[in-house]
């Protein structure tokens, strides 16, 4: 028995001395998604007709003189990006109205078209020459919906489509990514396109190798889910596209829980990304210059993004000039400023770092403290379970707990546990965590202590960590996610005299107890929500905001009808609809053309999301 022992003890001892390299676990990132990862931020620009016209959604049918910017200049918008940090730019190439903003030979709907400098501009040139002056890289998105042109929904639009690629994809240099929205609002009538996805990366591999694809599914990166920038608190960067392979429209459900948080048995590695805009809208409107994000909000996108193995790709419209607003820029700078004031200074440095286990000392715990990506701690073969401690130099005080996987052998840690020190020498938890990937951020309680333990708890093989950092963040974080215009909207006095119980479509909020569920009738109709606004008013369209999360449903079409006595009405619309609504659920802002008068308002959904339900979480009215 004790010869066993010994002998069993030799091996265990000769393993660890043996030092070599683990092996990689289920699938692994490419080298490009690898150094997609460590972009950790990039610039989205949505620009086009819709900037112009203030629409989410253009048809399609606008004039091409439409687009029109006044003073272009996309060098401004890469020194912005630049500032800011980001390390690439995403520019809206094609949205869904069609208009390119490249001389596209597969359609007449394009700049050259336009009377911007006499149909002889080129956004791209523009965009990928200012990139390269600057150090950025350059990406393309393109949506196959395309609402103008006339091939779309017939089998021949996707050779028009895998046109538009080559044409879009050869000229300009590198294109580190390729965006395909997933979108497409058509309604119940509305037509349908099949898209032959096989064909369109064809397209993009052929034109630009190294190029990162995302779509709702990948296959370089996935939709976070979202557009409100979370990414899920449990999140893999491996994901089984083919178990939703049909389905590569907006689901509800199901399927955008498994789009944030990813899947620890899945078959490939498609990370996701998390898109999200600066401002309520993803396009540029003078009205939402008032709503640019805070920088307290912009941390926390950091913070629900990057900080949770994603990568953000922060939307920052150009206005009708064809220039980043100032506002959005110096938020952008401020934004940089303090995450670099944040993460300038690890507290864990100088720290003596200890594991429970380790592979040998080409692996032991002190990999993590040091700058070089690609040294790590690891733990033996076989095992999941192991314990880190870090000794700081000195007592130190904190908020942000920072961990990073060595993700190019695969993504492993499952649970985790992060303990502090206290004075009296006990240890106590201050976070309790699941995934780490590239990069996990740990919001605590300010804790000071001067030692720190990561205890990781499963694992689904030998854990292996390269980074490991400690910072206080001092800028106060707020849960709001856009700054409330009360400029716009007013709901005071108001009163819903129908449906009965419905008057919390006006009280100011639209959290879940302060919302509205409507249900169909048997024949699929909506009741209308009936306002008296107290007084007679004058006004310019309302405001919709669906119950948080889209929950209970989002209108997506509705009618308006304004009146002086509850009694006789007009009707100012009959099926307007309300943009993109289902993937970003926030307030809309829904004008018309011109000034209202009227004491009462009857608000008729006609679309939902959902058949039985639609939510009115608020409505409001806008006064300017
Ligand atoms: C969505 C689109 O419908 C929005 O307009 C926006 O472009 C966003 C990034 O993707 O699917």
Known sequence: MKKTALYAAVLTFLASCAEDAPTPYGAVPSAAQVEWQKMETNMFVHFGPNTFSGREWGNGQESTDLFNPTSLDCRQWARTAKAAGFKGIIITAKH???????????????????????????????????????????????????RNHPAYGTDAYNKVFTDALDSSLSQYGPVFEQWFDGACGEGPNGKRQVYDWEAFNEHVFANQPQAIIFSNIGPGCRWVGNEAGKAGETSWSTFTPELHGANRGVLPGDFETYLGEGDPDGACWIPSETDVSIRPGWFWREEETSRVRSLSNLLDLYYSSVGRNSLLLLNVPADTRGLIPAVDSIRLMEFR??????????????????????????????????????????????????????????????????????????????????????????????????????????????????????????SLACPLLNGFGLYLDRIMHSDEPTAADDRLCMADGFRVVAPQGAEAAVDGLWDESHSVILSADKTGRFPSVTVDLGREREFLGIAYTPAEGGRGGCMMEYRLEVGPDGESWTTVTDGAQVDNIVNNPTMRILRHKSMLNARWIRVTPLRSNLAETVSVGELSLVVK
């Open 96 to 146: 869904h109205d069609g208009f390119s903003l490249w001389p596209n030979p597969t359609s007449t709907h394009t700049v050259a078209q336009s009377a911007w400098r006499n149909g002889k501009g080129d956004v791209l040139r523009e965009l990928s020459d200012a990139c390269r002056e600057y150090g950025l890289k350059f990406g393309i998105y393109l949506s196959p919906w395309d």
């Open 337 to 458: 400023a303090a995450l670099d004031t944040i993460f300038s200074v690890n507290l864990a440095a100088g720290a003596k770092a200890e594991a429970s286990t380790t592979r040998g000392r080409k692996y032991a715990a002190s990999q993590m403290l040091d700058t070089d990506y690609d040294t790590c701690w690891a733990a033996l073969d076989g095992v999941t379970e192991a314990v880190l401690t870090f000794h700081l130099d000195g007592v130190k005080r904190f908020n942000r707990v920072l961990l990073q996987e060595y993700i190019p052998l695969g993504q492993r840690v499952k649970s985790f546990e992060v303990e502090a020190r206290d004075a009296a020498g006990n240890w106590n938890v201050i976070a309790t965590a699941t995934t780490i990937g590239y990069k996990r951020i740990l919001l605590v309680d300010e804790t000071q202590t001067d030692a720190v333990r990561i205890r990781i708890t499963g």
